[in-house]
């Protein structure tokens, strides 16, 4: 059977949107290991799908992805497409509405010049609700990473993030250390690892690897755990811009009792659809990702 998608990015993080409201999505992991594959099959960061809300707060839900197959509580760029994508079907009007992600409520306002608003929800820092394995919480924590100590922030938005300070980011070895502190042993259920640069106490430099994924252009739940390790160290104002390799978003964060704000676009790139292939075409098109 056909599978009808979307194809969306958010500043080059880039997504496959398939609408769920009215059948569950049919793929299985592998299933969608061939969907994520940018040469056997369409290609992704992270495929989103459109569901039926269970939180009646909600109007709709949305499911998150990564290419390896394994699935993902937030994703910050994602929820603006799904936006989006919502409003193009005359799913959303204008003002706040709430969404619910893998891991709760999320609020969303599309502006008029076409980029999308989001309440990203309050970023914890406890160990457990990352989860991270420390003894206590600190804005600061030494993880053993290979044998080494390397000095890390962490915070959930819905998803762990680890955050390392770096001097250069066009410098930082984002393909090496992002996928050791990825599943370094601190972190039960691995983590997205962000690289900041800060440049002032309103602008810094971001650089991602995703869990699951790999360096991607643009990390939005990323972006706003930078800010919020960054703020939590008193490094950085309330209101940040966030340079990614694909471009800029806004984040605010007012501290501790508030939701960090993300601000950024949301951008179409086709509609398609696909012929799912026979069992075993599937999975020779991702047998070379491990
Ligand atoms: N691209 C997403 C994050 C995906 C996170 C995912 N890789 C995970 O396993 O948590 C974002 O814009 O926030």
């Not at 306002?109 to 989001?118: P, Y």
């Not at 100590?149 to 390392?164: C, D, K, R």
């Not at 209101?239 to 950024?264: F, I, K, Q, T, Y």
Request: charged fraction near 20%; aromatic fraction near 6%.
């Amino acid at each position: 059977m056909a599978l009808r998608f979307s194809k969306m990015h958010g500043l080059g993080n880039d997504f496959v949107v398939v609408d769920c409201r009215g059948a569950p999505f049919a793929l299985d992991a592998a299933g969608i290991r061939w969907l994520g594959d940018r040469h056997f099959g369409v290609g992704f960061d992270q495929l989103l799908t459109l569901e039926p809300a269970r939180d009646p707060s909600c109007r709709f839900a949305y499911g998150i992805w990564n290419t390896d197959g394994s699935s993902a509580g937030q994703c910050g760029n994602g929820v603006r497409c799904v936006a989006a994508w919502l409003a193009r079907a005359g799913a959303l009007g204008p003002g706040m509405t709430r969404l619910e992600s893998p891991s709760g409520a999320v609020a969303v306002e599309l502006l008029g010049d076409g980029s999308v608003r989001v309440d990203m929800g309050e970023p914890r820092f406890a160990p457990a609700a990352i989860p991270l394995d420390a003894a206590a919480e600190s804005d600061r924590y030494a993880i053993d990473v290979v044998g080494r100590e390397v000095e890390i922030g962490a915070t959930s938005m819905g998803n762990p993030h680890a955050l390392v300070e770096v001097d250069d980011v066009a410098a930082a070895p984002v393909a090496v250390l992002g996928p050791q502190i990825e599943y370094a042993p601190a972190f039960p259920e691995r983590c997205n690892v962000g690289f900041a640069e800060i440049v002032s106490r309103t602008a810094i430099r971001l650089r991602v690897w995703e869990r699951g994924v790999g360096e991607t252009l643009a990390c939005g739940s990323g972006a706003c755990a930078a800010v919020a390790v960054l703020r939590r160290r008193a490094k950085v104002d309330a209101e940040v811009r966030v340079a990614l390799p694909g471009g800029e978003l806004e984040v605010h964060w007012d501290g501790p009792g508030h939701p960090v704000w993300m601000r950024g676009p949301a951008t179409f790139v086709f509609d398609g659809e696909i012929a799912e292939p026979a069992t075993g075409a599937a999975s020779a098109g991702t047998t070379r990702k491990s």
